[in-house]
């Protein structure tokens, strides 16, 4: 057996490349389609008439011909030599039948997996696999909430999806680009889909948003559905993956030792999903446990009725991550009592006048506590 000669073997580097660029945009194809079918059922669930994959064989029959016509033959058949290309077409003719129009579909998923072909075959370096939080992460700061974004998280294929986007992000593509182009595609996916259920009628601002409008949701990607009675749908809504979730919660019952009571209140009261919307948004940065300690030091949250505790250890926490600061001294707010007499109704215009001179050489003293002439002490041995 000869040895192979330094022109073969950049060849055999060439086409070694060449096959992982063109599996890396079947990956991507598999990717928009896994988004594109969430979607269609999550429509046609919400509507109550999800319906059922078509029959294997006849979906491979139709799918192959739509493949051929506008997808590059590289990657078409790879797709099609496939393992799961039984199933992807099925995917396809259920989006038809669901009333997407492929003709228009498939030409604009072909631009993204030759995208991704190229940048492959360009730069093929790996970077080290990670769960599905990370992505979680990516789905928030490139899809704004509503349907698309959702339906992602709560479909079963999820930790799937999760799955290709790390396989692409290892091979150094770029999955924001992706993403941003597979929610255009799942936007039109839905409202192609609720046409033909007749359900397009824009969502109505929902109790809980309304009412959660405020400090709460102040810089968060709040849908306009938002159903906080609903724990898990609101962290989908708000993407929040079920491992964020659980790693949210440990830090605050890690925040709050000796008192599990409270923060298992906090955690379980109904505006939570908000709660840990603010630790993902990463207002504190890398100071969430620090600034979630603050509920241990400042527990001036507990003053009140205790059936309201819940509510006022939300407030307190969302204040905690939002503003930051130090103890709890430093956490309140220092009101300038001479602007607020000035401005207060209760003075009159002389004095509000007054009040705004020059202030007091020394601070304010309540008359009773105004030092005197200090008494001369005798001589003490």
Known sequence: ????????????????????????????????????DAVRRHQQKKAGKEEELPPAEKAVVDASEEMKKF????????????ADW?????????LRNAGVDLEAMLPRVGEITVTVRDAVAANAER????????????????????????????S??????????????????????????????????????????????????????????????TGLDVPKDLDLSDRERALRQLAIDPQE????????REAMPGMEREADLLVMSKQWPLVAARMARGDAGNQVAERL?????DTSWQEGPKSQMGGR???????????????????????????????????????ATASKGAAPSQPGVAPHREAGPVAKGGKTR
């Open 313 to 351: 250890l939300v407030l307190a926490a969302n204040d905690a991550l939002r503003k930051g600061g130090g103890g709890p001294a430093e956490s309140r707010a220092k009101v300038n009592t001479t602007a607020a007499r000035s401005t207060s109704p209760s003075v009159g215009p002389t004095k």
């Open 245 to 252: 979730n659980a790693r949210f919660t440990r830090m605050v």
């Open 293 to 297: 300690a603050r509920l241990s030091k």
């Open 71 to 82: 997808l590059p033959p590289d990657i078409s058949a790879a797709l099609m030599e496939g």
């Open 127 to 154: 970077i080290a696999r990670e769960g599905t939080e990370p992505w979680a992460k990516m789905l928030r700061e490139t899809m704004p909430a509503g349907p698309v974004r959702e339906a992602i998280l709560s």
């Open 156 to 217: 079963p294929a999820w930790p799937e999806i999760a799955a290709k986007m790390s396989a692409l992000d290892e091979r150094d593509v770029d999955v924001r680009a992706i993403l941003t182009s597979a929610h255009e595609e799942g936007i039109g996916v839905d409202q192609a889909v609720a046409k033909v259920l007749s359900a397009a009628e824009a969502p109505t601002t929902s109790r809980d948003a309304m009412l959660s409008w405020g400090p709460l949701t």
């Open 1 to 36: 057996m000869t040895t192979p000669t330094p022109e073969e073997q950049a060849s055999e580097a060439f086409a070694a490349a060449a096959a992982e660029a063109v599996q890396t945009a079947r990956m991507s194809f598999q990717l928009v389609m896994a988004i594109a």
């Open 86 to 94: 039984p199933q992807l077409a099925q995917q396809l003719m259920a």
